[in-house]
């Protein structure tokens, strides 16, 4: 986001105060993507821990002691994990399968910068490299779900609703938290870096003011 900020200020200032505007800038969207990131992983850890869905690897990872003889078709709440072999953690982590972390960060992720290289990526003589940057992002986001699936760590009912939790919360944060990446007001970033000459005599006062938008200002007495 530093760099595509940076990108949109080319020769509109100076090299100093363009790079310290660009992070200001890109230091305020990183904050919001924060808070709705911060939200967000917390109602999945929430849910994760209200629902307590097993994971496909429950059996291997658990071991539970009334698995060994069991009756096809009995549903068991009462049981005793015997596996030692891995820490208890992985065991209590092994009940949390819905919804899907993993996927529901990939496409937070995804969905958000993909939102911001639409909004905020200068335009160039190529038309090909917002799109080819939105493929990039929705590719991280659709590997992370199907990865989850096939190292056999979640059943795809948890990717497909970790995913779409993911996608609604990108949508929250990029329309509501970051206005759609409208820059309301840049009076603080254009003033970072100012200097100010004053030169008087009696009748005229001139000011040259080195800021983002390099303006001279004449002032007569």
Same mark, same amino acid.
């Given at each position: ?7 949109? %200020? ?54 539970? =002691? ?11 709440? =009462? ?13 209590? =982590? ?51 779900? *199907? ?10 009912? =948890?990717?497909?609703? %970790? %995913?779409?939790? %993911? ?24 003033? *970072? ?29």
């Amino acid at each position: 986001m530093w760099i595509v900020e940076a990108l949109r %200020g080319i020769g509109q200032s100076s090299r100093i105060c363009l790079w310290k505007r660009s992070l200001y800038i890109s230091l305020n969207w990183y904050n919001k993507f924060l808070i709705g990131f911060s939200i967000h992983i917390a109602i999945i850890e929430a849910m994760k821990t209200l629902m307590g869905e097993s994971r496909p690897h429950f059996l291997d990872t658990c071991r539970p =002691d009334t698995a060994v003889n069991c009756t096809i078709g009995t549903y068991i709440s =009462d049981f005793t994990c015997t596996n030692t072999e891995v820490s208890a953690q992985l065991v209590n =982590d092994s009940f949390r399968s819905f919804p899907s972390g993993h996927s529901s960060v990939g496409n937070f992720e995804g969905l958000f910068m993909a939102w911001y290289f639409f909004i905020r990526f200068p335009s160039f003589r190529c038309k090909w490299t917002v799109p080819l940057l939105q493929t990039t992002c929705f590719i991280w986001a659709a590997t992370c779900g *199907i990865t989850r699936i096939t190292d056999n760590r979640h059943h795809w009912w =948890d990717v497909l609703f %970790g %995913g779409i939790i %993911g996608l609604i919360f990108a949508a929250y944060t990029a329309k509501i938290l970051c206005h759609n990446f409208r820059v309301i007001s840049t009076r603080s970033s254009d003033d *970072i870096e100012s200097s100010s000459i004053h030169l008087s005599n009696n009748k005229t006062l001139l000011s040259v003011t080195t800021s983002a938008k390099d303006e001279v200002n004449i002032h007569h007495a």
